[in-house]
Each structure stands twice: as structure tokens, then as C-alpha cells.
């Protein structure tokens, strides 16, 4: 069985940072890309970033780009997610993903999720 769990959520002040891990087993993710969404109350579910397998290019939504550090360690099958300057509207669960076998593409939908953790900024 599959699982992706999600690590490191919690609550931080405005202008803090939060580094999130989500540790894969049941499948290694080889030649797969791995991305991290986040949904806030109320809204829909959103991409944050994705990192690719073997070129490892990186792919962030405008709202976080520069902020957030998309990152991988494949011999762990863990991917991470650093944080900083982190904004009152970064409050949201955080969910990471898994496209089997692929490139991340703004098309492509994953095959796996995380069950998510909570990330909750203060003001």
C-alpha cells in the first residue's frame, strides 16, 4: 500500500519559516515528479511547486516563488518543502503529490496524495 505523509506543519508568526517533509513507502518514485498543494478554508485546493525527477526543474506558483524552497532527496523517496517570510494567507493544509512516472506539466494531475498538514500563520 501506498503512503505519503506529510511533516513539519504548525503554527508560526507572520515573517517565520516552517520546513514540511513528506515521506513516501508502499513505492519508490522514480522518474516521477513531486509537487506540494495546499488548500485554505473555503477555497480550492492549489498548486504550490513541483521538482522534477532526473532534471530536477523546479516549478512554483507566483504567490510563493522566491519564498518557498521545492526540494527532493531521492534516495530518501522524501521531498520537502522550506518556507520563509510566510504571510497570513499561506495559512492552509499542505498536501504533497506524486505523478507517477512523468514530468510535472500544468496539465498532468497526480496519481498520489498526502493526507496533508496544517500550516497556520499568525499574525
Known amino acids: 500500500q501506498v503512503q505519503m505523509v506529510e511533516s513539519g506543519g504548525g503554527l508560526v508568526q507572520a515573517g517565520g519559516s516552517l520546513k514540511l517533509s513528506c515521506t513516501s513507502s508502499g513505492r519508490r518514485f522514480d522518474n516521477s515528479a513531486m509537487a506540494w498543494f495546499r488548500q485554505a478554508p473555503g477555497k480550492e485546493r492549489e498548486f504550490v511547486g513541483a521538482?522534477?525527477?532526473?532534471?530536477?526543474?523546479?516549478y512554483y506558483a507566483d504567490s510563493v516563488r522566491g519564498r518557498f524552497t521545492i526540494s527532493r532527496d531521492n534516495a530518501k523517496n522524501t521531498l520537502y518543502l522550506e518556507m520563509n517570510n510566510l504571510k497570513l494567507d499561506d495559512t492552509a493544509v499542505y498536501y504533497c503529490?506524486?505523478?507517477?512516472?512523468?514530468?510535472?506539466?500544468?496539465?498532468?494531475?497526480?496519481?498520489?496524495w498526502g493526507q496533508g498538514t496544517q500550516v497556520t500563520v499568525s499574525s
Open positions: 503529490a506524486a505523478y507517477v512516472g512523468g514530468d510535472y506539466t500544468p496539465r498532468s494531475r497526480p496519481s498520489y
Open positions: 521538482v522534477n525527477w532526473v532534471s530536477l526543474r523546479k
